[in-house]
């Protein structure tokens, strides 16, 4: 009996590597855990195009059960989803992207994720809005509004000066008009998520990421 015992003792021995090594395969992220990213690549609505990859640098500590899990200056990769250009008439740019890997920087262990946008700081007026975390550009209306009054007055004094008061009303059209057409060549303003750019995902939901291995690195020529 003791023989036996003494066996299955000297077995779970031998098998808590193994145990250990099945447990550090996976990495639970609880939900609300924020990732915050720093750009190292530049996105636009002007170059970037759906399935582009994008990368970044995890700014601040993922922590699970009182444990540091993401630590900073692991990678994190995703890809664009969504690009719309602004109009040249009406509507502004869009964009929507999503991170799909952590890589951490001691073992180089590589997690698929699955996290939607919340925020972007340094965007330039463009802001995150939706629950699809959509990065809409900034509307340029106001501007437009400011350049069709300053044309109307330039050709109103230009107008009054050449037929008086009368001319003054000939005047404002014809510079409205200018403008109005002007501004329809005029493409919206694009959005630009330069390098060094903030960008904060949020997890939905308790997320168990399992561990994959790292891609093999290129070799030296």
């Known amino acids: 009996m003791k023989r036996f015992i003494l066996l299955g003792a000297l077995a779970a021995v031998l098998m808590m590597p193994a145990i250990c090594s ?12 924020a990732l915050r990213v720093r750009l190292t690549t ?11 990859p994008w990368m970044g640098r995890v700014v601040e ?21 969504y690009v719309k250009e602004p109009g ?7 964009m929507r992207l999503i ?19 919340e925020d972007a700081q340094g965007a330039d007026g463009s802001k995150v809005r ?3 975390g959509t990065i809409k550009g900034p509307s340029s209306k106001k501007g437009e509004a400011i350049g069709v009054g300053v044309g109307a007055g330039v050709g109103a004094g230009t107008g009054a000066i050449v037929a008086g008061g009368k001319g003054a009303l000939y005047g404002a059209g014809i510079g409205a008009a200018a403008t109005l057409i002007r501004g329809l060549f005029k493409r919206g303003k694009d959005i630009i998520l330069p390098q060094g750019t903030e960008l904060t995902f949020v997890l939905a939901r308790t ?9 093999p690195e290129s070799p030296s020529r």
């Open 22 to 33: 099945a447990a550090d395969e996976t990495l639970t992220l609880p939900a609300g855990s």
């Open 207 to 215: 997320t168990t990421a399992k561990r994959v291995p790292s891609p």
């Open 130 to 132: 939706g629950e699809e």
């Open 99 to 117: 991170a799909e890997t952590i890589t951490t920087p001691d073992e180089g262990a590589r997690y698929q994720i699955v996290a939607s946008l």
């Open 88 to 94: 040249k008439v009406k509507g502004v740019g869009e």
């Open 42 to 52: 530049t996105l636009s609505t002007r170059t970037s195009q759906n399935g582009d």
């Open 61 to 81: 500590p993922i922590f699970a059960s009182g444990q540091e899990v993401v630590p900073p200056g692991s990678t994190v990769e995703g890809r664009v989803t």
